[in-house]
């Protein structure tokens, strides 16, 4: 796995409540208010149907290089979050991608953390139903971040990654990895297809999807990724 190190840096502390949280909780879109400056708020999505009695899965999406958590809650799994029940937490980076890929793990990390731990105050969120994805960048920065979090993370979604950076490797989430034969800006075959062998020889259970198209995600490849995390 490419800079591969072992370090306390990338870990994430937040965890879903025990018991179940109290006070407000309201459904929809709504930001966090935990401002990334000149870049716009970590926004959560919580579906029409969420019922506080039944721990709901969750995904935490974060967006490519230059995008931001709105447009990545409405290119990704927004569509789908009242249909399926889903939680959906979408960060957004200080700079214009996410801190490994400029320089190391920090600020990001700290920032998600907070948003975390902001969610699971006021939502039931199931602990064995908790994934992490992107795409492009946001499915770099998953893979590193849910490599270095398997004890969070039970399921890593990465959308046509470019590479991985893990601090370190712990627990054994399942892995689902789509790209585009025809990825003119991150090419398959020094993207995932080098990136899913490595995955399997170091023991995670992986999914991988190729389709014929470029840098993008297919509506058809997301509702497969939903149902596969919704199965597993």
């Known amino acids: ?65 230059g995008g931001d958590a709105r447009a990545t809650l409405d290119l990704l799994l927004r569509p789908l979050a009242d249909a399926t029940g889903l939680i959906l937490l979408a960060p957004t980076s200080r700079r214009y991608t996410w801190d490994v890929i400029v ?29 992490v994805g992107g795409f ?16 969070l993370f039970t399921h890593v979604v990465a959308f046509s990654p470019g590479f991985m950076a893990p601090a370190a490797q712990v627990g054994s989430p399942r892995i689902f990895v789509s790209h585009g034969t025809h990825d003119g800006v991150l090419p398959i075959d020094r993207c995932s297809r080098a990136i899913v062998p490595r995955l399997e020889r170091a023991g995670y259970d992986v999914t991988y999807r190729e389709f014929e198209g470029g840098h993008t995600v297919p509506p058809e490849i997301a509702l497969e990724a939903v149902h596969w995390f919704a199965a597993r």
């Open 103 to 131: 320089g190391g793990y920090g600020p990001d990390v700290e920032t998600i953390d907070k948003a975390l731990e902001e969610t699971f105050s006021r939502y039931a969120v199931d602990p064995a139903r908790l994934a």
């Open 1 to 65: 796995m490419a800079r591969k190190k072992e370090s306390t840096k990338g870990r994430l502390p937040a965890r879903p409540a025990e018991a179940r949280p109290t006070g407000d909780a309201p459904v929809g879109l709504r930001s966090l208010g935990l401002a990334a400056p000149a870049r716009g708020d970590h926004l959560l999505y919580v579906p029409a149907g969420y019922n506080p009695e039944h721990p709901a899965p969750m995904v935490v999406l974060l967006h490519g290089a």
């Open 136 to 151: 492009s960048d946001g499915a770099s920065y998953a893979l590193s971040l849910g490599i270095t979090n398997g004890d």
